[in-house]
Structures are given as structure tokens and as C-alpha cells.
């Protein structure tokens, strides 16, 4: 049995959800999203709570889309609510980020800056070699992060590259002479 799918979603004030057939449509005063469960589960919307259920015992991909869903639908109601942030710390001599309109320019040691081209819907500031990215999906806040990342991944030997914050980098010890 699914843990997660047990549980239910309160719905916060100013958030309106409707289901529509199969499909579960998420607004607040800005934006609006949606969620298409093709009829895998079983949704009940009642006094502003939210809940899924088994459709039927016998089927084991309703049980394995079961949480599925209900963690999708909890992690649309937060980023409608409070948002998703992620922090890249950008560690290293000469390496620096600048966000120009809708472009982030990274100087990240090669011969050549790097520039990428934000997405809508996704918010970038800077504060000195911090750079917070902030938007409504997690999946995409979370992909944009691993993208920029991946340019220059943190070294083991001194720590330089683009690190999420949280993160910590086990070191090396370099090479010793002999003597």
C-alpha cells in the first residue's frame, strides 16, 4: 500500500481546484496548471481537501501511479502557494555569473562565456557568487539547477566549479614530493 498516496492535500485559500474528467486544474490569481491522470486513480474533492484512492485492489500500476500522482498534485500545490527555490554556488578564480535580461552569462574558466537562455516562468538573481533560481514546477527548477551545474562541475582537489549550496565536496589531498 501506498504511504503517500493515503495521505491528503489540504488546499490553501486563494488556490481553486476543479476536476474536469480525468484532469485535475490547479489556479491561483496568476497562473494555472494542470494535472492529467488518465484515469488511473480515483480523486475526491471535498471541503477543500484533496485525496486519491485505488480504482481497483487487482491492478499494480494503479497502486504504482497511485503516490505518483498525489506527490505531483501536492508539489503543484506548493509551487502555486510558496514556489520552489534552488541556490548554485559558483566557487573558483575568475569564475562569475552575470544575468543580462533574459540570458545568464557564466565565466566559468573556458575561453569562451557561456550564455543561458532562461526560460520562462523561471526567476534568476545573483548575490556575489550565489545564484538562486526560483519558479512554480520543481521538476523544472530542478533541471534548469542540474544544467548549470553541469558545466563545470566542482573539482575534488580545491573546490572549484558550481556547487549547490547544500552540498558538500569530499576533498582530495594532492600530491605530496618526495623528500
Do not use: C
Request: charged residues 30%.
Amino acid at each position: 500500500m501506498s504511504r503517500i498516496g493515503k495521505q491528503s492535500i489540504t488546499i490553501p485559500k486563494g488556490l481553486d481546484v476543479s476536476l474536469q474528467g480525468t484532469k485535475l486544474i490547479f489556479k491561483n490569481a496568476k497562473l494555472q496548471k494542470e494535472l492529467e491522470t488518465f484515469d488511473r486513480v480515483k480523486i475526491e474533492l471535498k471541503d477543500g481537501i484533496l485525496s486519491f484512492g485505488l480504482k481497483s485492489d487487482e491492478d499494480s500500476q494503479a497502486r504504482a501511479f497511485w503516490g505518483t500522482y498525489r506527490a505531483l498534485a501536492n508539489n503543484i500545490v506548493v509551487g502555486l502557494t510558496s514556489g520552489f527555490t534552488k541556490q548554485l554556488e559558483i566557487n573558483g578564480v575568475g569564475y562569475k555569473a552575470t544575468i543580462k535580461g533574459k540570458i545568464l552569462e557564466l565565466m566559468l574558466g573556458f575561453s569562451h562565456p557561456i550564455n543561458y537562455d532562461i526560460p520562462d516562468g523561471v526567476e534568476m538573481s545573483l548575490d556575489k557568487n550565489i545564484l538562486t533560481i526560483k519558479g512554480v514546477d520543481k521538476q523544472q527548477v530542478g533541471q534548469i539547477a542540474s544544467e548549470i551545474r553541469a558545466f563545470r562541475p566542482p573539482e575534488p582537489y580545491k573546490g572549484k566549479g558550481v556547487k549547490y549550496v547544500e552540498e558538500t565536496i569530499l576533498r582530495k589531498a594532492g600530491k605530496t614530493a618526495k623528500k
